[in-house]
């Protein structure tokens, strides 16, 4: 799923193209993207793009007279940027909004169809899509210690929890935790004040690294490969290949539908997590050190 850094550059590729031009029309392929009743497709065509933001793990294009677009791309769903009027490819294309200056067409590669757009008149129903989520890069120490004190949970579950924090998920809070060497179990009412400030400080430096590497091989084009798996991210993706600080092999434990990936001897003193199917199914055979894995 793209996360703030993908959606960030997402968003000012978005700008460079459609900021100030006028929306001609919305075409639909597939009636289920659109989740909303009000407004109408027909009110929003030829109003003019007046702003590209983003709420949590959503993109917002702002319309003049206080309309908007809301879309969720969720796991598979992605966008395309296109010559005005291109045709919805067949099998993957869901809608395209045809601007003046081009197509942007939304595609998801999945048949589960989690992917969605809203269309939104108002700013309180534009509000409404707010999980309350603090903005990392726009906060201060106290506010995120604050932010994600509120509740005692594992720090890999406060990471990606929207009402704490908004736009961080599944792949970068693997980073995150890697860079702060902690392990993404630890409960956050266990937590203490030097670890609380390497937490705040790896969540801003690799955002701000993956914001600016994303950047620089989108320049000049329209991103193509969005994708939550990087060659050069250090544990995420990474199972069973070395840890770029230790050279010990990076763990996963699995959970529904996601996937926890973590260094043992960076992050938890050499010990593993306890995968919940698969230590269940070998009780007292589990591994619970690097040293008994080998």
């Known amino acids: 799923m793209p996360e703030l850094p993908d959606l960030t550059v997402y968003l000012e590729a978005l700008e460079e193209r459609i900021l100030g031009e006028s929306l001609g029309g919305i075409r639909i392929a597939n009636p289920f993207i659109l989740r909303s009743v009000e407004p109408g497709v027909e009110e929003l065509a030829g109003r003019r793009v007046s702003g590209c933001t983003r709420i949590g793990k959503r993109l917002v294009i702002r319309l003049q007279g206080d309309y908007a677009i809301v879309i969720h791309l969720m796991i598979a769903g992605r966008l395309r940027w296109y010559r005005l009027g291109t045709r919805i490819p067949a099998k993957l294309g869901l809608i395209a ?19 969605s757009v809203f269309l939104v008149k108002g700013r309180d129903n534009l509000a409404a899509f707010d999980a309350g989520g603090l903005e990392v890069l726009d906060a201060g120490p106290r506010e995120f210690v604050a932010a994600l004190s509120k509740e005692n949970h594992t720090l890999k579950r406060s990471l990606t929890d929207q009402r704490l924090l908004a736009g961080i998920g599944n792949a970068y809070s693997d980073e995150i935790l890697h860079r702060a060497r902690l392990s993404p179990m630890r409960q956050t009412r266990s937590m203490t004040d030097e ?82 199917s698969l230590s269940r199914l070998l009780k007292k055979d589990w591994p619970k050190t690097l040293e008994e894995l080998d």
């Open 97 to 115: 909004f045809d601007f003046s200056s081009g197509s942007l067409i939304l595609t998801e590669a999945s048949q589960k169809r989690r992917a």
């Open 195 to 276: 670890q609380w400030q390497s937490l705040y400080h790896a969540c801003r430096t690799v955002l701000g690294e993956w914001v600016a590497l994303l950047r620089e091989q989108n320049a000049g084009k329209f991103p193509e490969k969005v994708t939550a798996f990087h060659p050069e991210m250090a544990v995420h993706g990474k199972y069973r290949q070395p840890c770029p600080v230790c050279g010990k092999p990076v763990q996963r434990i699995r959970y529904a539908s996601n996937e926890c990936n973590y260094c043992a001897a960076c992050q938890n003193q050499g010990n593993l997590l306890a995968d919940r």
